[in-house]
C-alpha cells in the first residue's frame, strides 16, 4: 500500500522552506515571531501564533525528514535523527541521553506516550517553586485541547508480548498498571516509532502543527544552528545562525541572520540554556542550566520460555505507577515503570555486554522482554540535579552526578522489576548493570542486586527526557522565566519547551510541554496583538 507523503506534497505546493545547507551566500530574514527549535514546544507555539496572524518563522538545526525517508532501519535513523547521532552523553559519560535533532525534534523519534502532568508535581511546582497559574484545572483545558488535537487515546488494541509482561507481572502481584495513551491515527502497530513513522500516523509536529504553521504562511528554516542571540540592552535585536553541511556535521561557512519582534526559545533542556549561555544573556543569579533533571532511566531484562518478539507492535502500551508517589512527594524516590521496544541495535546499546555473553543475550531477542524504570528526579533535597555547561567549542553538555538518594532509587528499581518480571514467568532475569549475572529466582535476584556497586560506568543508564535549566517562578532570585515563559531581564524573549520545569515531572514529558506552550502561545498572541 503506498503512503502519500503529506509533508513533500506541502513542499509541492509551495509551503516556504529552506534548506540553509544551500545557501551560497549570507542571508538575513525577517518575521514576527522567530522561534529556534520545532519539536513539542516550537511547533504547538507556531501553530498557534501562525493562526493568530503573526509571520511565524521556525528555525531547525537538524535535517528535514519526512516519511518517505523512514524505512525502520536503524543505522539510517540514528546517525540523522538524533541528537549526536544517539551518541548525546552525560560530561562522564555514564548516562545515555536520547533526543531528537530533526524538523520535528523529539517527537518524531519518541515511542509515543502521552501523560498529562501529575496533579503531585503541579502542587509541587506551585508550593515550592512558586508557579502560579498551572495548577491542575487550570492545565486541564490545554491538555484536552492537545489531546483532541494529537489524537491522544489509551491505546485500544491488546498489548504486545513485551508490554503484556509487565501487566501480567503486576497482575500477579497485586500492583497497579494502566494503559498508556498514545498520540496516533490509524496506527499499523508496527513497532519501529523511534526511526521515524512511515505511514505518518503518529501524530508528531512534522505531521501536525508544522505542517499547519506553513500552510498558515509562516516559513520554516532548517540546518540552521542558531548559535546566539545579539543582545541590545534588555531585548533581543536578532538571532545569528550557523548554516550546516547536509550531515548537520560541520558549519558550511555561510551565516543567516533572522530580525524579529519576539523570540522564543524550544530548543529543550539542554540546547536551550546553551544559547542563553553562548550569547551571554543576563544571569544575575547564576541559574542557567542549574538544577537540569533526568528521568534517570534504569533496565532489566529477562528471558522467557515463549516468543515475544519484542521489537514489534506499539513500543509502550502499559505502564505501572505503583511505585511512583505511594511515599508522597518528597519520601524516597518514586519511579513509573514501562517497557522499551527492542530493536537489535538499540537492545545491544542499553545491555552493553561485550564480546561472547552480549551475544548470547543477543541470540535470546526473539524470548526478551525489558522494563525500564523512570525514576522521579528534582523533589527532595538530596536528588542529583544536572548542570548544563559549555565545552570550549560552545556545543553544550550536561554534567549529572548521582547522589546516595539516586542510587537508593536505582536499587528499589532493579528489585521491584526483577520481581514483576519473574511473577509474569520469566525464567532468567538479569539487571542491566556491567556486574549482574542472570538470576533464576527472586531469591537468587534479590542477593544480586542487593550488592551490585551503583557507581558510575557500573550502572548502565539513560535517559530520553531532559528538564529544567531555565525553569519558570515568579521570583527572579531563583527562576529564568516568569510562569508565562517570559524571561525575566530580557522582554521581547519567551522560553517554550520542558527547560522551563522546576523539576522532572513523574512521566514522559511531550504532552507536558505541549499543554504549557498551548496556554503560553496563546496568551503570548494576546499581548502581541
Same mark, same amino acid.
Given at each position: 500500500?503506498?503512503? /502519500? $507523503?503529506?509533508?513533500?506534497?506541502?513542499?509541492?505546493?509551495g509551503?516556504?522552506?529552506?534548506?540553509a545547507?544551500?545557501?551560497?551566500?549570507?542571508?538575513?530574514?525577517?518575521? $514576527?515571531?522567530?522561534i529556534?527549535?520545532?519539536?513539542? %514546544?516550537?511547533?504547538?507555539? *507556531?501553530?498557534?501564533?501562525? *493562526?493568530?496572524?503573526?509571520?511565524?518563522?521556525?528555525?531547525?538545526? %537538524?535535517?528535514?525528514?519526512?516519511?518517505?525517508?523512514?524505512?525502520?532501519?536503524?543505522?539510517?535513523?540514528?546517525?540523522?535523527?538524533y541528537?549526536?547521532?544517539?551518541?548525546?552523553l552525560?560530561?562522564?559519560?555514564?548516562?545515555?541521553?536520547?533526543?531528537?535533532?530533526?524538523v520535528?525534534?523529539?517527537?518524531?523519534?519518541?515511542?509515543?506516550?502521552?501523560?498529562? #502532568?501529575?496533579?503531585?508535581?503541579?502542587?509541587?511546582?506551585?508550593?515550592?517553586?512558586?508557579?502560579?497559574?498551572? $495548577?491542575?484545572?487550570?492545565? *486541564?483545558p490545554?491538555?484536552?485541547?492537545?489531546?483532541?488535537? +494529537?489524537?491522544?487515546e489509551?491505546?485500544?488494541?491488546?498489548?504486545?508480548?513485551?508490554?503484556?509482561?509487565?501487566?501480567?507481572?503486576?497482575e500477579?502481584? %497485586?500492583?497497579?498498571?494502566?494503559?498508556?495513551?498514545?498520540?496516533?491515527?490509524?496506527?499499523?502497530?508496527?513497532?519501529?516509532?523511534?526511526l521515524g513513522?512511515?505511514?505518518?500516523a503518529?501524530?508528531? @509536529?512534522? &505531521?501536525?502543527?508544522?505542517?499547519?504553521?506553513?500552510?498558515?504562511?509562516?516559513?520554516?528554516?532548517?540546518?540552521?544552528?542558531?548559535?546566539?542571540?545579539?543582545?541590545?540592552?534588555?531585548?533581543?535585536?536578532?538571532?545569528?545562525?550557523?548554516?550546516?553541511?547536509?550531515?548537520?556535521?560541520?558549519?558550511?561557512?555561510?551565516? &543567516?541572520?533572522?530580525?524579529?519582534?519576539?523570540?522564543?526559545?524550544?530548543?529543550?533542556?539542554?540546547? =536551550?540554556?546553551?544559547?542563553?549561555?553562548?550569547?551571554?544573556?543576563?544571569?544575575?543569579h547564576? +541559574? +542557567?542550566?542549574?538544577r537540569?533533571?533526568?528521568?534517570?532511566?534504569s533496565?532489566?531484562?529477562?528471558?522467557?520460555?515463549?516468543l515475544?518478539? /519484542?521489537?514489534?507492535?506499539?513500543?509502550?502500551?502499559?505502564?505501572?505507577?505503583?511505585?511512583?508517589?505511594?511515599?508522597?512527594v518528597?519520601?524516597?524516590?518514586?519511579?513509573?515503570?514501562?517497557?522499551?521496544?527492542?530493536?537489535?541495535?538499540?537492545?545491544? #546499546?542499553?545491555?552493553?555486554?561485550?564480546?561472547?555473553? %552480549?551475544?548470547?543475550? @543477543?541470540?535470546?531477542?526473539?524470548?526478551?522482554?525489558?522494563?525500564?524504570?523512570?525514576?522521579?528526579d528534582?523533589?527532595?533535597?538530596?536528588s542529583?540535579?544536572g548542570? &548544563? #555547561?559549555?565545552?570550549?567549542?560552545? =556545543? /553544550?553538555?550536561?554534567?549529572?552526578?548521582?547522589?546516595?538518594?539516586?542510587?537508593?532509587?536505582?536499587?528499589?528499581?532493579?528489585?521491584?522489576?526483577?520481581?514483576?518480571?519473574?511473577?509474569?514467568?520469566?525464567?532468567?532475569?538479569?539487571?542491566?548493570?556491567?556486574?549482574?549475572?542472570?538470576?533464576?529466582?527472586?531469591?537468587?535476584?534479590?542477593?544480586i542486586?542487593?550488592?551490585?556497586?551503583?557507581e558510575?560506568?557500573?550502572?548502565l543508564?539513560?535517559?530520553?527526557?531532559?528538564?529544567?535549566?531555565?525553569s519558570?517562578?515568579e521570583?527572579?532570585?531563583?527562576? &529564568?522565566?516568569d510562569?508565562?515563559?517570559?524571561?525575566?531581564?530580557?522582554?521581547?524573549?519567551s522560553?517554550?519547551?520542558?527547560?522551563?520545569?522546576?523539576t522532572?515531572?513523574?512521566?514522559n514529558?511531550?504532552?507536558?510541554?505541549?499543554?504549557l #506552550?498551548?496556554?503560553?502561545?496563546?496568551?503570548?498572541?494576546?499581548? +502581541?496583538a
Amino acid at each position: 500500500m503506498l503512503i /502519500p $507523503d503529506l509533508f513533500r506534497q506541502g513542499l509541492e505546493r509551495g509551503w516556504q522552506v529552506q534548506n540553509a545547507s544551500q545557501l551560497e551566500e549570507d542571508l538575513t530574514l525577517e518575521a $514576527d515571531i522567530a522561534i529556534v527549535g520545532s519539536g513539542a %514546544g516550537g511547533a504547538t507555539s *507556531a501553530e498557534i501564533l501562525s *493562526a493568530a496572524g503573526f509571520r511565524v518563522l521556525l528555525i531547525e538545526e %537538524g535535517g528535514l525528514f519526512t516519511s518517505s525517508d523512514f524505512r525502520m532501519q536503524e543505522n539510517e535513523a540514528y546517525p540523522t535523527l538524533y541528537q549526536e547521532g544517539l551518541g548525546r552523553l552525560s560530561k562522564d559519560g555514564a548516562i545515555t541521553i536520547l533526543q531528537g535533532r530533526a524538523v520535528g525534534g523529539t517527537t518524531l523519534v519518541n515511542w509515543t506516550s502521552s501523560f498529562r #502532568t501529575p496533579d503531585q508535581t503541579l502542587a509541587h511546582w506551585a508550593s515550592e517553586h512558586g508557579v502560579v497559574g498551572h $495548577d491542575s484545572r487550570s492545565m *486541564a483545558p490545554w491538555f484536552e485541547r492537545m489531546e483532541q488535537r +494529537l489524537g491522544v487515546e489509551r491505546w485500544a488494541a491488546e498489548p504486545n508480548a513485551n508490554n503484556d509482561v509487565l501487566r501480567r507481572g503486576c497482575e500477579e502481584l %497485586g500492583l497497579h498498571w494502566a494503559v498508556i495513551p498514545r498520540n496516533v491515527r490509524g496506527c499499523w502497530n508496527l513497532g519501529y516509532c523511534g526511526l521515524g513513522c512511515p505511514t505518518n500516523a503518529k501524530q508528531s @509536529m512534522l &505531521v501536525t502543527c508544522i505542517p499547519a504553521m506553513l500552510d498558515q504562511g509562516g516559513s520554516l528554516l532548517y540546518l540552521a544552528r542558531a548559535d546566539r542571540l545579539l543582545l541590545a540592552g534588555d531585548r533581543v535585536a536578532g538571532i545569528e545562525c550557523l548554516a550546516m553541511d547536509e550531515r548537520c556535521v560541520a558549519p558550511t561557512g555561510r551565516r &543567516v541572520r533572522v530580525r524579529a519582534r519576539h523570540y522564543i526559545l524550544a530548543g529543550g533542556a539542554i540546547n =536551550s540554556p546553551a544559547l542563553l549561555m553562548r550569547s551571554e544573556a543576563p544571569d544575575p543569579h547564576h +541559574l +542557567l542550566g542549574k538544577r537540569t533533571f533526568l528521568h534517570l532511566t534504569s533496565f532489566s531484562w529477562a528471558q522467557f520460555d515463549h516468543l515475544i518478539n /519484542p521489537f514489534y507492535g506499539a513500543p509502550q502500551s502499559i505502564y505501572s505507577d505503583h511505585f511512583q508517589w505511594r511515599d508522597g512527594v518528597t519520601g524516597p524516590m518514586g519511579y513509573k515503570l514501562e517497557v522499551p521496544p527492542m530493536q537489535p541495535g538499540f537492545s545491544a #546499546t542499553v545491555l552493553g555486554e561485550p564480546g561472547t555473553p %552480549g551475544a548470547g543475550l @543477543m541470540e535470546q531477542l526473539p524470548n526478551s522482554n525489558m522494563l525500564l524504570a523512570l525514576l522521579r528526579d528534582g523533589f527532595h533535597p538530596d536528588s542529583a540535579s544536572g548542570t &548544563v #555547561t559549555l565545552r570550549g567549542d560552545g =556545543s /553544550p553538555v550536561l554534567d549529572y552526578q548521582l547522589t546516595d538518594y539516586t542510587r537508593e532509587g536505582l536499587r528499589r528499581s532493579y528489585l521491584s522489576m526483577a520481581e514483576i518480571q519473574f511473577a509474569a514467568g520469566a525464567k532468567l532475569v538479569k539487571t542491566v548493570h556491567r556486574d549482574a549475572t542472570p538470576a533464576r529466582n527472586m531469591a537468587q535476584a534479590r542477593e544480586i542486586i542487593e550488592q551490585l556497586p551503583l557507581e558510575r560506568y557500573r550502572a548502565l543508564l539513560g535517559s530520553a527526557h531532559v528538564m529544567g535549566g531555565c525553569s519558570m517562578g515568579e521570583d527572579p532570585q531563583h527562576a &529564568v522565566t516568569d510562569s508565562l515563559g517570559r524571561h525575566h531581564q530580557l522582554e521581547n524573549l519567551s522560553i517554550h519547551d520542558g527547560s522551563l520545569f522546576p523539576t522532572s515531572i513523574g512521566a514522559n514529558p511531550q504532552l507536558s510541554i505541549y499543554g504549557l #506552550t498551548a496556554k503560553l502561545a496563546s496568551l503570548l498572541a494576546e499581548r +502581541l496583538a
